[in-house]
C-alpha cells in the first residue's frame, strides 16, 4: 500500500484545485460520499440503523456532513454533533452544514459533552469520526479531548474520516489521546502514520478512497 506524508497530501490536494481547477467542494463531496457508502456497508445487515457523526470546525466537518446527507438520503437514521459554534465553521464545511440545515437535519451543537450525547453515541451502531484531519498538529485538550475518549469508551464501531482525529499522519505518534477506529476511510493514499509508532493500534482497516484527483497527478507525488 503507497503511503504519503501529510505535506505530500497537502500538496496534492493544492495541486489538484489550483493547477487542475477541481473546486475543493467536488473534493469535498467525493470524500464525504465516499464515507457514507463505507458506513452503508457495514450497516447492511442491520435492521434501523442508527449513526452519530461527531464533527470539529475543519474541512473534516464538511466530509462528514457530506457523509450525513448521503447516509440520510439512504433512510438511515443520522445525528449530527457539532465540537463549537456552527458560526464558525468557513467556506466549504459551512456550505454543506447550510445544506443539511435545509434537509432539516438537526446539528447539535456543543460545548460540552453530557449525558445524552454519551448514550446517544453508545446507542448508535456506527460513529463517524470527524472532529480532526490530517492538518491537526497540536495536542489535543478540552472539550476534544473529551470527545475522543467518549467515543473510545462508548461507540459500538468507528469509522474515521480520512485519519483518525489525534493521530499524526506524518510520524503515527498521536496529540495526547487518538480515536481508535474500526475503519478509516482515507482519501487517495493511505499516511505514512498508519504504518509507524501508535498508527497501527489506532487505524483499523484501512480504506483508500478515489476522490477524482487526477491520476496523473498522483503519479507526480
Given at each position: 500500500m503507497k503511503a504519503v506524508s501529510v505535506q505530500q497530501i497537502q500538496e496534492l490536494d493544492?495541486?489538484?484545485i489550483e493547477d487542475y481547477g477541481?473546486?475543493?467542494?467536488?473534493?469535498?463531496?467525493?470524500?464525504?460520499?465516499?464515507?457514507?457508502?463505507?458506513?452503508?456497508r457495514q450497516l447492511k445487515k442491520i435492521k434501523k440503523p442508527s449513526v452519530c457523526v461527531v464533527c470539529g470546525l475543519g474541512n473534516n466537518a464538511g466530509d462528514g456532513f457530506v457523509a450525513a446527507r448521503h447516509l440520510i438520503n439512504r433512510g438511515i437514521k443520522t445525528r449530527v454533533f457539532?465540537?463549537?459554534?456552527?458560526?464558525?465553521?468557513?467556506?466549504?464545511?459551512?456550505?454543506?452544514?447550510?445544506?443539511?440545515?435545509?434537509?432539516?437535519?438537526?446539528?447539535?451543537?456543543f460545548q460540552r459533552f453530557d449525558r445524552s450525547m454519551i448514550s446517544l453515541i453508545a446507542a448508535a451502531n456506527v460513529v463517524v469520526d470527524a472532529v480532526f484531519g490530517v492538518g491537526l498538529n497540536r495536542e489535543v485538550r478540552g472539550l476534544f479531548r473529551a470527545v475522543i475518549e467518549a467515543i473510545n469508551q462508548k461507540a459500538k464501531r468507528v469509522?474515521?474520516?480520512?485519519?483518525?482525529?489525534?493521530?499524526d499522519g506524518t510520524t503515527g505518534g498521536i496529540y495526547g489521546v487518538c480515536v481508535?477506529?474500526?475503519?478509516?476511510?482515507?482519501?487517495?493514499?493511505?499516511?505514512?502514520?498508519?504504518?509507524y509508532r501508535d498508527g497501527p493500534k489506532y487505524v483499523g482497516r484501512i480504506v483508500v478512497a478515489d476522490i477524482g484527483i487526477p491520476s496523473q497527478l498522483k503519479k507526480k507525488i
Open positions: 493544492r495541486m489538484a477541481i473546486p475543493s467542494i467536488v473534493l469535498m463531496e467525493n470524500a464525504g460520499r465516499q464515507v457514507a457508502l463505507e458506513v452503508i457539532l465540537a463549537g459554534k456552527e458560526k464558525l465553521l468557513k467556506d466549504d464545511a459551512a456550505v454543506n452544514d447550510q445544506i443539511l440545515k435545509k434537509l432539516k437535519c438537526p446539528i447539535r451543537e469509522v474515521s474520516v480520512d485519519i483518525p482525529s489525534g493521530l481508535k477506529a474500526m475503519t478509516t476511510v482515507t482519501f487517495s493514499f493511505a499516511k505514512k502514520g498508519f504504518f
